[in-house]
């Protein structure tokens, strides 16, 4: 059994789906200082399967129910991106914390609308970008802040994979399925471009912001060829450097991910792999003062279980937010419109503070 804290936070789990299957039930059964209290989901057939394979000590039908349990601290919300405002919404007023899966939501209005919810609960409420917990990007964060000195640039890159299914499948676990699970009204994939933003471009603009700083403009282009879609970006971050964002679905390779960073005192290069297989970046640290690199191992990359226990030290022990807040949630969610705004204009420059709409 996991090594566990007497003081834990009892979670239960939003949606009994792929990314719950994969990653947060697994999270909560093996996080030192929280349990995986208690699953919900429509469908009965599922969520039966997945108590008797994970033994939460409650398991509930209704949401509505699993809130107004006493017991419960907070919930993770792992459903469609359409339902995680109104979830997460619920959760904060009848009193829980909430670690909702990104991206926060699919609009501006709708994430900015949440952030009165939060404030209003005085309740922890966590994005999960959960790369903010691999152990390589953290080392990046802790240079970046403490010895860079001065930033020049930034250049990230997301690269899906056309062979990342068959890649994924052999590392987790057979996914459960039931035709009874709820579903958005519109297939998500049914606007590949808004599709692939929300579910990739969260994420390469969160590791962006978390290491370089806000984004306050984006100059956009996008192509599409052979069912391939390539974002190319330019962002103005607020201290005046600038970067450079690619986000490209699929290519015809591995999965490529990774970033680079310019600064005074010293320059960050970072190789990130698929999440999938909980292998922490490869991140090679270059310090001017000594011209030499430096390069931290990592050897736990569970970054979900990593995620959950600084959101459990957060809400029981009132540690400093590591994760992405209600302001991270929303920054992504602009910037994603931004992008999306900037891209079908041409290029023209989108101020994120200005951006409304969906993604």
């Known amino acids: 059994m996991p090594r566990k804290d007497e003081k834990r936070l009892r979670v239960g789990v939003l949606g009994c789906g792929p990314i719950a299957q994969a990653a947060h039930f697994e999270s909560c059964t093996k996080a030192r200082n929280a349990d995986l209290y208690a699953i919900c989901d429509v469908a009965d057939d599922l969520r039966d399967r997945m108590a008797a394979t994970f033994a939460p000590e409650k398991s509930y039908a209704d949401y509505g129910q699993m809130l107004a349990d006493p017991n419960l601290d907070a919930v993770i919300i792992a459903t469609s991106d359409t339902f995680h405002v109104k979830a997460a919404e619920l959760a904060l007023g009848a009193g829980k914390h909430v670690l909702c899966e990104k991206p926060l939501g699919v609009s501006v209005e709708e994430v900015e609308g949440l952030r009165a919810a939060v404030d209003k609960s005085g309740k922890v409420l966590q994005v999960g970008h959960m790369k903010r917990f691999d152990p390589g990007i953290q080392a990046a964060k802790a240079f970046v802040d403490d010895e860079m000195g001065e930033r020049l640039a930034f250049k990230g890159w997301y690269c899906d994979s056309t062979h990342r299914y068959p890649m994924t499948d052999a590392v987790q676990p057979l996914i459960i399925t039931s035709a009874k699970a709820r579903k958005p009204s519109v297939n998500p994939k049914a606007d590949l471009r808004q599709y692939y933003m929300l579910a990739h471009g969260s994420h390469l603009l969160d590791t962006a912001r978390h290491l370089h700083g806000p984004i306050e403009a984006v100059e956009a282009r996008l192509t599409e060829r052979y069912g391939a879609f390539c974002w190319f970006v330019t962002t103005i971050f607020a201290d005046g450097s600038i970067g450079h964002l690619d986000l490209t679905v699929a290519v015809r390779m591995d999965w490529h ?9 010293g320059s960050v290069l970072a190789k990130t792999f698929n999440p999938w297989y909980y292998k922490s970046s490869e991140v090679d640290i270059f310090r001017e003062a000594d011209g030499s690199w430096h390069r931290t191992l990592g050897a736990d990359g569970h970054f979900y279980r990593r995620q959950l226990e600084g959101f459990a030290d957060v809400v029981l022990n009132g540690a400093p937010m590591v994760g992405a807040g209600i302001d991270d949630g929303i920054a992504s969610v602009r ?18 503070a200005d951006v409304d709409g969906v993604v």
Do not use: T
């Not at 991910?257 to 005192?265: C, S, T």
């Not at 910037?335 to 994120?352: E, F, K, P, T």
């Open 335 to 352: 910037g994603m419109a931004a992008i999306a705004r900037s891209a079908a204009a041409g290029g023209r420059a989108v101020n994120l």
């Open 257 to 265: 991910e990774g970033f680079q960073i310019y600064g005074q005192n």
